[in-house]
């Protein structure tokens, strides 16, 4: 225990880690503490950047900004001035002193003699503040921290999401949707009104602050093009930075303020993480992550400006944080190990950790993950909605997230009667990938309903089927993906990631066994059936991009198919021709099977669109954003003409669509709920 004593007529706390005054009380950090009690216990002397280092953080490695943040927030709680001190003295190339006198409280023996082993009685409190320990030693994982206050930002019926909390803690910045457009807002943490920063027709994301809160970078995404921007905190003029690839993943400043980190990628590549100097002079790209990977992305540089935290993606929903020093290259360090959906991470304001959004157990949290790489990420905040996207102040434990309230549900429509469309499949969870049996009267799909993501059965919901779904696999933890039914009707072949990479499985209807398909190096996604039941094609990055292959449905060598790139693919119905989508070029394609002239036969289809198409009899059914945020159903014409068959109403989302090979019913994924807000989440 760590007696009590007074400073200026405060009563320090050390073992509350409060600091308690006539007209407040404040809470610190207990590295803060520390440096407090360790200036206590010699008042007068000048106490050295080193000893404050071995006997407060254990020797551990710890940045000067850390400190100096530190001490930052004595004299924030004293009300103490740097210029003018009256508690503690920065001494010039040395250290620190506390110059105001040291008194015991009431009933209480003199700190200097109470005070006997702080790296002790304090450092088993909380991780390493500013410390990043590579260096070796003890486990400082981060311990589960408890919330102080927990508030909602949001105020209005828009959906607020991707805020970004400025260093200090007392403004935010975040993106509205109104109106179907994204723009950028500030506010106050403490005051209600939002000032408007953007005002543009493209949408704008992924606000985020240079370390010393004067600008915000940001990212501005048209439908053909995307560029990163800087502004004034205050808003105004906008300045152009460099051009990026659509659907990007996250901005970082460095911690000098003059350059952006940023994904890039230079066709179908592999994200790679790029520096940019605010004018443009320079860019220079970091070490770049394994071909066989999705890529690299989101990154947060830490609060000393010496390490680059990101993800490194090995498809789209799975990933893992990794960590490297900025400068000097050398190999990126895994720090987590969980293969599942990362959304956003962010450095925890001591640097010792990192606040990292994932599904690890089962729905979006938010998590403390050690950067030493000892000890198991720590449970911070989570339930029932998904928290994504955190961002936390520097100079004090605060940060903001977004919490969703989303719900995906399965839907049916009857395209030849022009009814309106039915909910097939529905749950709070979610309930994605459909796939429409050979007969049209069943709909596979992926939910989350018993906790993770398995294959369920459900009726198309008619008045003859009314059965609740049925759950076809019991795989308790793996990622799973989009599936399709073999021609027979009495099998089911999907993606699922056991291990990070995705591998083709084959589920027995009614529920019976499941056996893996396929187990080649890299991913093998988007499965479908020849018409004879012989094939099952896929998509994978054998090659270095993404190409369509073929597998023999009853095991054996894959073959490549196309050779230009590809991703999904289905065949014809007379099972001549195979019609297939890219990652890398707009457009739906077709060859004749066994052949290798390749012919686009509808360059509508955007990247993003690449699953929202299937064949049927008579033609390729596709899916498309239409007026109003409004999906339309759409049937290509043999001279490539779109011709509309049906709307969907607002909330398509992909991917995934299927339709039954009669051509006559069309499964979708709909969101029934998107409902999004910004929270602050302050921590002791």
């Excluded at 009431?106 to 409190?125: C, D, K, N, T, Y």
């Amino acid at each position: 225990m760590t007696l009590p004593f007074r400073i200026l007529g405060r009563e320090v706390l050390p073992d509350l880690n409060r600091i308690v005054g006539p007209d407040r009380t404040v809470s610190v950090e207990p590295k803060v503490m520390g440096v407090l009690v360790r200036l206590a216990r010699t008042p007068g002397e000048v106490v050295s950047r080193r000893d404050l280092n071995r006997e407060v953080w254990g020797g551990a490695y710890v940045s000067d900004d850390a400190l100096t943040r530190t001490v930052a927030e004595i004299r924030r709680a004293f009300g103490d001035d740097a210029r003018e001190p009256r508690v503690v003295e920065t001494i010039a190339r040395s250290g620190y002193r506390l110059v105001a006198p040291v008194e015991p409280a009431p009933g209480s023996s003199p700190p200097r003699r109470a005070v006997a082993a702080p790296g002790v009685a304090i450092l088993a409190v909380a991780a390493a503040g500013g410390a990043l320990a590579f260096m070796g030693g003890a486990d400082r994982s981060p311990p589960a921290a408890s919330p102080t206050r927990a508030i909602s930002l949001t105020l209005g019926a828009e959906n607020e999401f991707q805020a970004a909390l400025s260093p200090d803690g007392r403004s935010v910045a975040f993106v509205r949707s109104a109106g179907g457009n994204d723009d950028l807002y500030l506010r106050l943490v403490n005051d209600e009104t939002a000032l408007r920063l953007t005002d543009h027709p493209a949408q704008d994301h992924h606000p985020v602050w240079s370390p010393d809160g004067t600008r915000i970078a940001f990212v501005r995404e048209g439908p053909e093009e995307c560029e990163v921007l800087v502004m004034s905190a205050l808003g105004g003029d906008e300045r152009h930075v460099v051009r990026c690839g659509l659907d990007q993943h996250g901005v970082a400043w460095t911690a000098d303020g003059r350059e952006l980190v940023l994904p890039h990628r230079e066709g179908d590549a592999p994200w790679r993480l790029r520096r940019v100097s605010l004018d443009g002079s320079r860019t220079a790209d970091l070490p770049p992550p394994p071909s066989d990977r999705l890529g690299d992305h989101s990154p947060a540089i830490s609060p000393d400006g010496e390490w680059l935290a990101f993800v490194r993606s090995y498809a789209p929903h799975s990933g893992d944080v990794y960590l490297r020093f900025l400068e000097g290259g050398g190999e990126a360090r895994r720090l987590t190990f969980d293969d599942r959906s990362i959304a956003g991470l962010d450095w925890w304001h001591d640097g010792g950790s990192l606040v990292v959004s994932s599904d690890r157990a089962g729905s979006y949290g938010l998590w403390r993950v050690p950067v030493s790489g000892s000890g198991e990420p720590q449970w911070l905040a989570g339930g029932a909605l998904k928290l994504k996207h955190p961002s936390a102040a520097r100079l004090r434990p605060a940060l903001v997230y977004e919490a969703w309230n989303y719900e995906k549900n399965v839907w049916g429509l009857e395209l030849e009667e022009g009814a309106a469309p039915r909910r097939l499949a529905a749950s709070t969870q979610w309930d994605m990938h459909p796939g429409l049996s050979p007969d049209g009267a069943r709909v596979a799909f992926v939910s989350t309903r018993s906790g993770h993501p398995e294959v369920w059965v459900a009726g198309f919901g008619t008045r003859d089927d009314t059965a609740p779904p049925s759950r076809l696999t019991s795989l308790e933890g793996p990622d799973v993906g989009q599936l399709c039914w073999s021609p027979d009707g009495t099998r089911v072949v999907f993606e699922a990631r056991p291990h990070g990479a995705a591998d083709l499985f084959v589920a027995e209807v009614p529920p019976g066994a499941v056996h893996r398909l396929t187990a080649l190096p890299g991913d093998e996604v988007a499965p479908s059936w020849s018409r004879d039941g012989r094939l099952v094609y896929f998509g994978s990055r054998r090659s270095d991009r993404w190409e369509v292959w073929a597998v023999p449905a009853a095991g054996g060598e894959p073959q490549r198919v196309t050779f230009g790139g590809g991703l999904r693919a289905r065949e014809s119905s007379d099972g001549r021709s195979l019609y297939y989508a890219k990652s890398s070029e707009p457009g739906l394609f077709r060859r004749e099977r066994g052949g290798e002239e390749e012919r686009r036969i509808w360059p509508g289809l955007p990247l993003d669109g690449w699953a929202s198409w299937d064949v049927a009899r008579g033609g390729v059914i596709v899916v498309e954003p239409g007026d109003g945020g409004a999906a339309r159903v759409v049937r290509l014409g043999p001279d490539g003409r779109a011709i509309p068959v049906a709307s969907l109403g607002p909330g398509f989302v992909g991917p995934g669509v299927s339709v039954s090979p009669d051509g006559r019913r069309l499964a979708y994924t709909r969101a029934d709920r998107a409902e999004a807000r910004v929270m602050l989440l302050e921590l002791r």
